[in-house]
C-alpha cells in the first residue's frame, strides 16, 4: 500500500519521460530561467537603487538609529546580491547546456536569497506596520517567474517559511497579528506552491506533446518520401519495359508525337528502324523461355549501347520486336547505326542452331527516314517502317530501307 501511495505522487508530480527527452526539457527550462531570472536580478538592481534614494532622503537623520539601519543594510546587500547575481548568470547564459548544473543550483540560490530577504524585510516591517506583503509578494512570484520541479521548490519554500513562522514572534508582539500573518503567509505559500505546481506540469506536457507533434511530423515526412519514391518508381514502371529496361510501346507512342511536333516544326530529319529477332519462335520453342528472355535483353543491350545520344529512344514494341527513333538524324546515319547494330548482335555469338541464316542469333531491321511536314502523317510514318522491317524478314540478317 505505501509503494503505491509513492508511485501515485511520483506520477501526480512527475510527468514520465525518455531520458534523452529529460536532458532536452532540462536545458529549454534552464534557457527560460537564466533569461529571467536576469531580468529579475535587474529589477531588483533598479528597485533597490530607487529605494535607497528615498530611504536617505526621508531618513537622512536616522540613518543609523533602528530600524532604519537595519532597512538601509538590507537594501545595500540586495543591491550588491542582485549584480553579483546578474553577473553570473550573464556568464552562464553563453553556453547553457555546458552549464546545466551550475545554473540549476545558482537558481535555487537565487531564489532562496529572495525569499529569506523579502521575508527580513517583512519581519523588520513587524516592528513597525505589521504587514508580511513584501514576502507574500516574494512568494507569489517566484512561483510565476521560474519553472522548478515541484519537489525542490517545495523544499525550498517549507524551509523558508519554516524560518519565517518561527523568527515572526520575535519581530511581533501581538498574538493576533501573529496568528493573521502566519495563516496568511501559509495560505500565499500553499497557493503559490500549487500556482508553480501546474506551471511545471504544462510547461512539461506542452514539451512532450511538441515531441510527439515533431515525431509525427518526422513519421509524415519519411511516409511522403516513401510515397514519391513509390510513386517515381511506378512512373518509371509504366514508362519501361519490365524485362528489358528499356522505354515501353506506350511511353514510344507519347514520345514520338512529341518529337514528330518538334522535328515538323523545325523541319528537322526523323528515323525510325524497327528490329526484329530472327527466328526468335524456334529459338524460344527449343532452348526454353528463360533463354528466350536472356535473348531480348541481349538485344535490347545491344541496341542501347549503340544508340548512344540522349535523344535516341530504344523501345521494346512487342514480344522480340525493338524500334529505335533517332531524331536530327538523316538516312545515311541510321543506316550506318543500323548496320553497327546488326555486327554488334552477330559479334555477341548467341548460340541458335534452329536459325535458317546462321548458327548464331541475329536480327534484321528496316529503315524509314522522314521530315515531318503537314502532307505526312506518324501512322503512315510507322507503317512504312513496318514494311520495311518486313522486306528485310524475306531475306533475314539484312536492313531495307524504305
Known amino acids: 500500500m505505501p509503494a503505491r501511495i509513492v508511485e501515485f505522487i511520483k506520477s501526480f508530480l512527475i510527468t514520465p519521460m525518455s531520458d534523452s527527452d529529460k536532458a532536452e526539457f532540462t536545458i529549454s527550462i534552464n534557457r527560460i530561467n537564466v533569461v529571467r531570472a536576469k531580468i529579475t536580478a535587474i529589477t531588483f538592481i533598479i528597485l533597490e537603487v530607487m529605494v535607497l534614494l528615498m530611504h536617505y532622503r526621508m531618513n537622512r537623520e536616522n540613518l543609523f538609529n533602528s530600524p532604519y539601519i537595519y532597512y538601509g543594510s538590507m537594501y545595500i546587500l540586495n543591491l550588491a546580491a542582485m549584480i553579483a547575481f546578474f553577473a553570473i548568470f550573464t556568464r552562464l547564459e553563453v553556453d547553457v547546456p555546458k552549464h546545466i548544473s551550475s545554473i540549476r543550483y545558482t537558481g535555487i540560490f537565487f531564489i532562496v536569497f529572495i525569499l529569506m530577504w523579502c521575508a527580513g524585510i517583512s519581519l523588520l516591517d513587524q516592528l513597525t506596520n505589521g504587514q508580511v506583503i513584501v514576502y507574500t509578494v516574494a512568494v507569489l512570484s517566484v512561483a510565476i517567474t521560474p519553472i522548478y520541479e515541484p519537489g525542490i521548490l517545495f523544499l525550498v519554500y517549507l524551509t523558508i517559511h519554516l524560518f519565517f513562522l518561527i523568527a515572526l514572534p520575535y519581530f511581533q508582539e501581538s498574538k493576533q497579528l501573529i496568528f493573521g500573518n502566519s495563516l496568511n503567509s501559509t495560505t500565499f505559500v500553499i497557493m503559490s506552491w500549487a500556482i508553480s505546481f501546474m506551471r511545471y506540469k504544462k510547461q512539461a506536457e506542452e514539451f512532450n506533446n511538441k515531441k510527439i507533434i515533431l515525431k509525427k511530423n518526422d513519421e509524415l515526412r519519411l511516409i511522403n ?28 507512342e507519347t514520345i514520338i508525337n512529341d518529337e514528330w511536333s518538334r522535328c515538323k516544326r523545325h523541319s528537322i530529319p526523323l528515323s525510325l528502324i524497327m528490329v526484329d529477332i530472327d527466328f526468335f519462335k524456334q529459338f524460344n520453342d527449343n532452348y526454353g523461355h528463360q533463354a528466350g528472355d536472356n535473348c531480348i535483353k541481349l538485344i535490347a543491350d545491344v541496341l542501347k549501347a549503340y544508340a548512344k545520344r540522349s535523344s535516341d529512344k530504344v523501345a521494346r514494341y512487342g514480344g522480340d520486336e525493338f524500334v529505335v527513333l533517332l531524331p536530327h538524324t538523316d538516312k545515311e546515319s541510321a543506316l550506318n547505326l543500323a548496320e553497327q547494330m546488326r555486327k554488334g548482335v552477330e559479334e555477341k555469338s548467341v548460340p541458335h542452331l534452329y536459325s535458317n541464316v546462321s548458327d548464331h542469333v541475329t536480327i534484321s531491321l528496316g529503315i524509314n527516314t522522314i521530315i515531318p511536314s503537314d502532307e505526312s502523317s506518324i501512322h503512315e510514318f510507322i507503317s512504312s517502317t513496318d514494311k520495311a522491317l518486313y522486306k528485310a524478314k524475306e531475306r533475314r540478317n539484312c536492313i531495307y530501307v524504305f
Do not use: C, H, W
Open 225 to 252: 518520401m516513401q510515397l514519391q519514391e513509390a510513386n517515381q518508381k511506378l512512373k518509371i514502371m509504366s514508362m519501361t519495359d519490365s524485362l528489358t529496361g528499356v522505354i515501353n510501346r506506350l511511353n514510344f
